[in-house]
């Protein structure tokens, strides 16, 4: 089985200042795990995405992830939050039994 | 590229109506899957497939069908839909299947508004 934890629904940051959106996973077998965004109304894109490859992964628009084994940790990081950057993200763990799951998502509100 | 196509965008239907929701893609992607978004619970799994003939349940299956003909199509049918199942729906696809790698992203259909009333 394998599940994911956002940890906060919320997240509320000042224009310019960093970002943190926190996820936690469980999987019984190695997973590959993906950050997702959406704005409204929008579909969802992909933000990054991680493979066993490096653990500190880079992704579009300045966010970056870092996978943490011993904590089962995916967040999502980026240095300096911009008005655009407001939408629901995802964090995605998929196994090699081709299923992916979603955590419910956390809403990132950016005030200038 | 198409990639993925879904349709209708909006549908509004009455308790009791059947309708089909139609998802293809053009990837020649083995696995396609079915997804619900309500508010606050991210997206759900409602169908699989990881090839041709071949489809399972996800997370939330009650009140849904699924069938997988062609590599191509994967249609999402509500038998007597249910205000309960109010919701967006996305279809999506990637390669790499139940053999396959798992390191592909999805690639996702633009969803479809679905009331019903």
């Known amino acids: 089985a394998q599940s994911v934890t956002q940890l906060d629904s919320h997240v509320s940051v000042s224009e310019g200042t960093p970002v943190l959106l926190r996820c936690n996973y469980s999987?019984?077998?190695?997973?590959?795990l993906f950050w997702y965004v959406q704005h409204p109304n929008k579909g969802l894109q992909l933000l990054l995405k991680?493979?066993?490859?490096?653990?500190l992964v880079k992704g579009i628009n300045g966010f970056e992830a870092e996978f943490k084994k011993s904590e089962t940790s995916f967040h999502l990081t980026k240095p300096s939050a911009h008005m655009s950057d407001a939408a629901e993200y995802f964090c995605v763990v998929r196994t090699n039994a081709g299923k992916s799951t979603f955590g419910d998502g956390t809403t990132l509100t950016v005030k200038p | 590229n198409a990639g993925v196509t879904q349709t209708p965008k909006f549908q509004v239907l009455k308790t009791g109506q059947s309708m089909t929701l139609q998802c293809a893609q053009d990837m020649n992607h083995e696995y396609m899957s079915w997804y619900r978004q309500d508010p606050g619970m991210g997206l759900r799994l409602i169908h699989y497939s990881v090839g041709a003939g071949i489809t399972d349940q996800g997370e939330v299956p009650n009140g849904y069908n699924v069938s997988r003909s062609t590599t191509e199509d994967f249609p999402l049918r509500l038998l007597s839909a249910a205000p309960s199942q109010t919701s967006v729906y996305f279809c999506?696809?990637?390669?790499?299947?139940?053999?396959?790698?798992?390191?592909?992203?999805?690639?996702f259909g633009s969803g479809t508004q679905l009331s019903v009333l």
């Open positions: 991680y493979t066993s490859a490096a653990t």
């Open positions: 999506a696809s990637t390669s790499g299947g139940l053999q396959g790698a798992t390191n592909e992203k999805l690639f």
């Open positions: 999987s019984s077998y190695s997973p590959s």
